[in-house]
């Protein structure tokens, strides 16, 4: 029983990590139908800036919002300086972003090391919590509950705001939002500095979750992150949250259960197979 | 025919001829090659500049004729590589035949998921692709009863003799020269072929080549099995040059990777991934050769940083050439022309 | 043509689109009242046109509203001087609800929702449906509501509003149409001509991406072989070798 409870807490844990990320690059591709490469850079950019600040003294919480808010502005400086020059150029668009994928993770190995550095994690978060008899690390729970939050805030956003109106109404049909007089690259770069914080803020807790960073934490979570936006459906941040709990909950239990690594196998194989099913995706976006 | 017009159409056989020589000569390169051209090292690191060179160039037979992103070429590269590997590792099959079944899987994997994947298009496409890479990557690296070596990538045992030992490394530049030249010639005879103007077609307007009464479906499975068949073959040269294959080559990296080569150089053109696969090698390898020399080490912290990765570099100028130069290195000479007209 | 300047000044537009010239150099006026009615044979570039001008198709020539060149303006700059889109497929975001659809377009401080609301009233009741389970008619009433909220809308173009609609929901259409036209001017794209006939005063035609004739709607309307030939419609000459074509 205590075996099930861990393997669903870390399931769910990792659930939320892959949340943190896909939500960002879901409205991303949702609103601008950009495939963001540089995403995972940006996640990485947070991972190591919230590394620098909890190994200089920032208190962890600290270093958790100095390593969201780098995130935020490197995605908002993105956003401005490479996404909207190229604007009506979507492939190019695509093309920027892998180039700044590629680039940041050698820049930031050619400064602190390739070799992972380990976190500074904080007494109180490296312990371990009793839940039904199973002793659950604590970092499982705040990855948990960070994902609830950052989902909580997007639904209020996106349902309660006029940006967020604006967003959702661009995500269906991004001409007819300029139609309207509406200038929808304001809607764009504030986008993609909430996926950007959404990203720096899944690679400073990463390096809570794993005890380490390196530079290619960001691009492997990548993947996982675009299987799990493409089976939630583009632009859509709850479709999202359900395909995290179920690729979380499937990739743990699956790598437990069978030889290890069929668990991973059986995400991608998930993703091949739904989109066979539906070529379309599930909201219609993709072919 | 004009002298100029001679030079058109002969130059590339003249270059051939000049590249078959260079294990003859003993011309220095300083600064781009370690030693004289004709050294083994430099041999080498030439043959893989090669080999890449023609793997972009069967890449953008998707991209850049076809209108096809995937995400997935490596994995196509990787069965050739390691198929061969294990048969000739584990099986203890002479080379020919492992290489002759290396190649088959390529074909038939290519044939195989190419079937399944197209049956989306668009980023669905490039997503299953990418998942299928993903899967044959997570399946090298779990190591299945210890066949593939997992991360640490299996050395080759069993090769013949004349790819062994560094007084051979001629011998493989050959064989890389042979295959970027069989690559060219067979991407040229295709995109030349009726095929081929389907796909121009396919890559222009799908849906006009459906109204014509095609179906894009087999144009394009055609284009997914040949660019993965040459990438297979790519996998075997390349298993020669270095001796036993590594999971890196299965990573969505590697593809990517290749995205780069191809759209530095020119997508779409007959040169141009060539160019951007030369480029790319070289950048990668001697800049991390420089890296490790005293002439970087002792540059200023704020150049020697970043120029100690390659992948830095590679990768602003990538953002350079997407945003500025569209059509890659091999559209600079048209561009130039045209800002002297 | 109108003595007064017009509102809209098409001049030359060209569009092309995927290799495929669509408009070779359409000329049009919209007057600064009443309404003017942009008409032609299915597959003339009506609707090209309308995107042209707006800025959602790239194009080459000439636009001037309000006597200012908008070449340079993206479509939100343009459209925020004022014109109200009712686009041909209606342009409705079908995961919002009316009212959210309906508070997209706002752009003045105190928007029309009583004069919207006067005029359709099933969308105060159905304020909080998913605009995607509307019936067609009911998406037409958003798609032009949200053009009328603005009061300080000058222009108003509406591509084909009552196409595939049911006989009382185009009366209902028709009246806010005219309701509006009292306003401002519109510029009304439409292949039903007895709403031609009811609204417009003026009216372009096309034909093959170009303009084949301007002047008032009712001298073409009257006109029985100009109608015939410009718009496809009416009978047949009775003299099989009767002349082709009016003469303009």
């Known amino acids: 029983m205590s075996t099930v409870v861990l393997l669903t807490m870390t399931g769910l844990g990792l659930g939320a990590l892959y949340f943190l990320v896909a939500s960002g690059l879901s409205l991303i591709f ?45 995605a908002v400086a993105l956003e401005l300086g490479l996404i909207r020059p190229l604007y009506q150029r979507p492939r190019e668009q695509v093309l920027a972003t892998v180039g700044v994928g590629l680039a940041v993770p050698a820049l930031l190995s050619a400064i602190w090391g390739a070799d992972a550095r380990t976190f500074p994690v904080p007494g109180v978060l490296a312990g371990t919590f ?28 996106l349902g309660r705001t006029r940006h967020g109106l604006v967003v959702r109404a661009g995500v269906e049909d991004r001409a007819m939002v300029t139609a309207l007089g509406i200038d929808v690259r304001k809607a764009f770069t504030l986008v993609f500095a909430i996926g950007g914080a959404a990203a720096a803020l899944a690679g400073s807790l990463a390096g809570l979750y794993f ?30 949250a359900l395909a995290c709990v179920v690729v979380g909950l499937v990739q743990q239990f699956a790598n437990y259960y069978t030889t290890s690594g069929l668990g991973d196998l059986a995400v991608v194989v998930m993703l091949a197979a739904l989109l066979l099913v539906r070529p379309s995706g599930l909201t219609g976006r993709l072919a | 025919m004009t002298a100029f017009a001679l030079r058109r159409r002969w130059w590339p056989a003249l270059a051939l001829v000049v590249l078959a020589m260079v294990p003859y000569s003993a011309v220095p390169l300083p600064g781009l090659l370690d030693g004289p051209i004709g050294s083994p090292g430099s041999l080498q690191l030439l043959a893989l500049c090669l080999v890449f060179g023609a793997l972009a160039t069967g890449y953008d037979l998707l991209l850049g004729r076809t209108g096809l992103l995937s995400f997935g070429h490596a994995l196509y590269f990787a069965a050739g590589t390691y198929a061969t590997d294990l048969l000739l590792t584990h099986a203890g099959l002479g080379f020919w035949a492992a290489a002759g079944v290396g190649l088959l899987a390529g074909v038939v994997l290519s044939a195989l998921l190419g079937s399944v994947s197209l049956r989306v298009s668009g980023i669905g496409f490039a997503m299953v692709t990418l998942a299928f890479a993903q899967a044959g990557s997570i399946l090298v690296q779990r190591d299945p009863g ?29 064989i890389a ?60 040269v390349y298993l020669l040059l270095t001796g036993g294959a590594t999971p890196q080559a299965t990573s ?90 | 043509m109108t003595t007064s300047a017009p509102l809209l000044a098409v001049r030359g537009l060209k569009v092309v689109i995927g290799g495929r010239h669509i408009l070779h150099g359409v000329d049009l006026d919209v007057a600064p009242s009443g309404v003017t009615a942009l008409l032609g044979r299915n597959g003339a570039g009506k609707t090209t046109t309308v995107r042209g001008v707006l800025g959602l198709l790239p194009r080459t020539g000439s636009v001037r509203y309000d006597g200012d060149e908008t070449a340079g303006m993206t479509t939100h700059q343009l459209v925020r001087r004022g014109i109200g889109y009712v686009p041909e497929d209606r342009g409705i975001f079908a995961g919002l609800t ?9 752009r003045d401080p105190d928007p029309a929702y009583d004069l919207v609301h006067e005029l359709f009233p099933e969308l105060k009741q159905r304020a909080r449906q998913a605009a995607g389970t509307l019936s067609g008619g009911q998406q037409q009433m958003v798609a032009i509501g949200r053009a009328l909220l603005n009061r300080s809308n000058r222009l108003i173009i509406a591509d084909e509003p009552t196409k595939g609609l049911a006989p009382r929901i185009v009366t209902e259409v028709a009246f806010a149409l005219e309701r509006a036209a009292q306003a401002v001017p519109v510029l009304l794209v439409e292949q039903n001509l007895a709403l031609v006939r009811r609204l417009a005063e003026h009216c372009v035609v096309l034909a093959d991406g170009r303009t084949a004739h301007a002047g008032p709607a009712a001298d073409l309307l009257a006109d029985a072989e100009a109608s015939r030939s410009l718009l496809g419609v009416g009978r047949r000459a009775t003299t099989p070798l009767g002349p082709k074509g009016g003469d303009h």
């Not at chain 1, 691009?219 to 941040?237: A, T």
Request: aromatic share 8%.
């Open chain 1, 30 to 74: 949702g609103l601008m139908d950009v495939l963001n490469f540089a995403h995972g850079a940006l996640l990485s950019v947070g991972a190591y800036a919230a590394w620098w600040g909890a190994s200089n003294g920032f208190g962890y919480p600290l270093a958790l919002l100095f390593g969201t808010g780098v995130g935020t502005v490197a």
């Open chain 1, 130 to 157: 009793t839940v039904l008899g199973a002793a659950v690390p604590v970092n499982r729970l705040v990855l948990i509950g960070a994902a609830l939050l950052v989902l909580l805030a997007l639904k209020l956003f």
């Open chain 1, 211 to 240: 005890g380490s960073v390196d530079p290619t934490q960001g691009s492997s979570l990548l993947i996982f992150g675009f299987v799990v936006v493409v089976m939630g459906g583009l632009g859509s941040v709850s479709g999202a």
């Open chain 2, 146 to 174: 210890g066949v593939t070596g997992g991360e640490e990538g299996l050395a080759a045992t069993g090769l013949p003799s004349w790819a062994v030992g560094i007084q051979h490394t001629a011998n493989l530049y050959w």
């Open chain 2, 177 to 236: 020269l042979a295959y970027l030249v069989l690559t060219l010639a067979a991407v040229q005879w295709a995109v030349r072929s009726p095929i081929g103007r389907v796909w121009e077609g396919i890559k222009e307007n799908e849906r006009r080549v459906e109204v014509l009464g095609l179906r894009p479906y087999g144009f394009k499975l055609v284009a997914f099995v040949l660019a993965g068949t040459l990438a297979a073959l790519g996998g075997i």
């Open chain 2, 252 to 341: 969505s990296d590697f593809t990517l990777s290749l995205l780069v080569m191809v759209v530095l150089g020119g997508s779409g053109t007959r040169w141009g991934p060539l160019v951007g696969g030369v480029l790319y090698t070289w950048a990668q390898h001697r800049l991390a050769g420089l890296a490790g020399s005293g002439t970087i080490a002792g540059l200023p912290t704020a150049l020697r940083v970043p120029l100690s990765q390659p992948l830095f570099l590679l990768g602003v100028l990538f953002v350079i050439v997407v945003y500025a130069l569209p059509g890659g290195v091999a559209g600079l000479p048209a561009r130039l022309r045209r800002a002297q007209a």
């Open chain 3, 98 to 106: 009316v009212a959210e659809n309906l508070r997209l377009a706002e």
